[in-house]
């Protein structure tokens, strides 16, 4: 059981970068410090989840200290976090930059339809 904490720990770290950035890409972040970055984002109830699960990984990597753990909690909690971390997933941020290039691209051709009927209003020809 103890093995399954760092997995854990390193979903929600991962699902918290994913959602609130803070990484470059190619790079890696453990839950602590993701916390740190980005812990402030989370909901109350769901950072101090967040802050149990970490201190669970920090104590898995002591024996002794890791039976202390309280693992119903500590399913409970990657529960919750996972839940409220998944929803946005990479098909919702994929349609959102979709959705941002093309209002750039249609505001662009605004201004460029604007600026034409401003020439040729200029030029006398309308």
Request: glycine content about 12%.
């Amino acid at each position: 059981m103890i093995e399954k904490i760092r997995p854990m720990a390193d979903e929600v770290a991962s699902l918290m970068a994913a959602r609130y950035g803070g990484l470059r890409r190619g790079h890696y972040a453990d839950l602590e410090q993701m916390l740190r970055r980005r812990g402030g984002a989370l909901p109350r109830k769901l950072r101090r989840d967040a802050i149990l699960l970490a201190k669970a990984d920090r104590m898995a990597g002591h024996p002794k200290l890791a039976r202390q753990v309280d693992f119903q909690k500590l399913d409970q909690a990657h529960h919750a976090l996972t839940h409220y971390l998944r929803p946005l997933g990479q098909g919702a941020r994929f349609r959102g930059g979709v959705v941002g290039v093309t209002a750039s691209v249609i505001l662009g051709l605004m201004v460029l339809g604007a600026i034409i009927v401003w020439v040729v209003t200029l030029r006398g020809l309308m």
